[in-house]
């Protein structure tokens, strides 16, 4: 394998390419702003908790069903707070409906995918945080686009909604059933759009009708390992799962599969990761795509192990999904039992993720929203 420098990766990272910014709704603000922004358009304050009530509470999507709010503001107040933000392109389903890929676009033109997966007794809905990624993992489809732009938080928000709405409508197999887990494992680097994807996490978990009820401990932000960002969100004290994209144990083989790894080393990624699970007693989740003869030698099944053992963790590998023009492969089964079998005996708790949505391009790393793209034809 020849090692490709990204040096030049870093200055995409937080500089994403100014665009015209989503227009603004309901769910970028918190209460107290929302009742602000009625005001400064006559009504009274207390419209905002009915509208509020209408987008979390009963996902309403009809202005003209929020009866409680009289006719002639409904549509001023609707253009004001809750503008179109993200419209269906088109769903892809597969396993039998259970799983749903979803691509968007945004009020610019924004292309962004979600995924939602039905399991017996759980929904899961991955969503993205950023249109395109600019964090250049050579692996991973969404990657080789680059970064397009930070999404709102509404808009991240939206695809959950859309998504509750949908199963509350009992329009995915199985009937009707609520949204209980949020992944931020879609297209996009969550800790780079960290501000909004807060506000995002926020306004998924307040309670209704401030927001949509969700458990803090039911939603996992996933990372390539942004450390100053992971620092920081163990400052807000949230039971949130934090998932960090570790993909190798050593410096060298990580700086060529998570580039970001040039900046913030393996050490340096998982002391502040300990640092997240000391503050909130979340167990950290550690993401591993076990690539054949790239990362998943027994030798580093051991080394994985001995910087993990003893601590608050789980390993999840997942087997590689093919992007297009992957020079890479996903590992054998062989290999890839010998490297649960080393990190179990290690004591490590590892498990295989259950990928869904590869025959749809909708599984890990596959998602890059263009219209007809893989899995769509
Ligand atoms: N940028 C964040 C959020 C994306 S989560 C992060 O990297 O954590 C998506 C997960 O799928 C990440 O762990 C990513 O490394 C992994 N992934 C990317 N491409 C993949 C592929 N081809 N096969 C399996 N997993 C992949």
Known sequence: MTATPHATVLPLV????????????????????RRAAVAELGERPFRADQLSRHYFGRLEDDVERMTDVPAEARQRLAATLLPPLLKVVRHVDCDAGATRKTLWRGADGTLVESVLMRYPGRVTVCVSSQAGCGMACPFCATGQGGLTRNLSTAEIVEQVVAGARSLARGEIAGGPARVSNVVFMGMGEPLANYRRVLAAVRRLTDPTPDGLGLSQRSLTVSTVGLVPAIHRLAEERLAVTLAVSLHAPDDELRDTLVPVNTRWKVAEVLDAAWEYTAATGRRLSIEYAMIRDVNDQPWRADLLAQKLRGRLVHVNLIPLNPTPGSRWDASTPAAQDEFVRRLVDHGVATTVRDTRGREIAGACGQLVAVEGGPGEA
């Open 14 to 33: 937080f500089d994403a390419p100014r665009r015209e910014r989503p227009p603004r709704h309901l769910a970028d603000l918190d209460p107290a702003g």
